[in-house]
């Protein structure tokens, strides 16, 4: 049977405000595919786990609607609605063991033993806690009991598992590993994940898509690449990895000017002369000798980050320059910089994201023409 092609979520307009009058969120709207897996990304305060406690249905908007496949679910109550929560503590029951944790909710959906325990197994088979079921709680490691609470939520088979920054207590190496795991289920499940973070890094290596939010409001949504590569403004492009920010002016399409040159770029639809923001990635620079380079900077501090040296220097305008190189420089020397027209992005001040999809559309055409 073919899947209806109805997102799975749909915020129209969506605002909430609590009862001191504080707006968490303001107006949002979007949509959620099945199938696929979802971040919510932003600082702490900007309204991603508030997006979360209105999907589980612990909370109701204050104006707009949402809907599940095509239903509106506004007054819906959490118990009713298709939805299982991952939290950020696991909430699992100290008193019980593995197996009871994962077989709560089909115990109090009356379930038979026998149809309970096939389904605990399975779930337990899918995160790999196979012989664990009579170990209690308190024997098991951060990441066991994360895959606890992943069970607990899939056994009940729900259409949308929420995860509400699931990985945050755990270490460095673990997180890493519970990236990778959390991933491959999803696939294998097939249904829809949606995960709360404020780590960027986790969100790029994790995500099908991105929503980017600040301040009760989505910023940016799209593909890891398409967020990383082309930020649509300054919190977007400082938020998502590390950036050179710089004052430019947009001569004409496909010449940008800044540092007091004027360059090569791959972003046109702005007005002749039009001031703008202009992004080039650390990594996008490479160290070469001072006349080589399309800018010249003076090293100012240099530290080594394991993998690449990062490096920072200023440009005869006063532009700051932060470069990621496996090349190691001096302090106080001279470098050339150079970059190709593809690592320039150009950002307007202002611009919607659907002014901004639309521009990126119309240049990508004539650009096959």
Partial sequence: MAQSSEPIIRFEGVTKRFDDDTTVLNGVSFEI????????????????????????????PTEGNIYFNGKLINDIPANKRQVNTVFQDYALFPHLNVFENVAFGLRIKKMKNDAVKQKVTEALRFVNLEGYETRGIHEMSGGQRQRVAIARAIVNEPEIILLDEPLSALDLKLRTEMQYELRELQRRLGITFIFVTHDQEE??????????????????SGTPTDIYDAPINRFVAD??????????????????????????????????????EVVIRPEDLEITAPELG????????QLFRGVHYEISGYDDAGNEWLVHSTRKAVVGERIGLAFDPEAIHVMRFGETEEEFDKRLEEYEEVGDE
């Fill in 239 to 276: 938020f998502i990895g590390e950036s050179n920010i710089v004052p430019g002016r947009m001569k004409e399409d496909y010449l940008v000017e800044f540092a007091g040159r004027s360059f090569e770029c791959v972003d046109g639809g702005l007005l002749p002369d039009e001031p703008v």
């Fill in 294 to 301: 399309k800018l010249q900077v003076r090293v100012d501090t």
């Fill in 33 to 60: 595919e099945r199938g696929k897996f979802y971040t919510l990304l932003g600082p702490s305060g900007c309204g991603k786990t508030t997006i979360l406690r209105l999907i589980a249905g612990f909370i109701q």
């Fill in 203 to 220: 969100a790029l290596a994790m995500s099908d898509e991105i929503f980017v939010l600040n301040e009760g409001s989505i910023q940016q």
